[in-house]
């Protein structure tokens, strides 16, 4: 694993320390779990997370509506506020399955994502990033 690569979003660690505060945390992300893993760690970003869901340990990616609905049964009826992400085939894809509110990580000038039926708000930055629930 090449750790010169692993470059947070800047205002990252901030942005989930306040986020934390208020909101349980769930990281979604997809590859192989022993990887992604070590990537969590190597940018020491672990504890931030309540859980982890991994495409590798849920058996699809996280565009996949199955993916979806390993989210619903960890939820246990709890509500998601927001699917925040950069990528608009993963996450904004993630968030229309569960039909959940999204942000998208862009540059929302030129951002080229399709538009979706669940509310979706996009930004260049996490600084300062709040959820309205």
Known sequence: MRQVLLQPIPGIEDALTSLGRTHRLWLTTNGVPAHQRQKL???????????????GDVGAPKADPRFVA????????AQVCQVVGDSV???????ANGGWAATHICQPATCTAAPSPAPVAH????????CAC
């Open 70 to 77: 390993a989210l619903r049964r960890a939820l246990r009826g």
């Open 89 to 95: 085939t993963q996450d904004l894809q993630l968030a």
């Open 123 to 130: 930004t260049s930055s996490v600084a300062g990033m709040r």
């Open 41 to 55: 760690q190597a940018t020491h970003l672990t504890a931030a997370f309540d859980r982890v869901f991994v495409s």
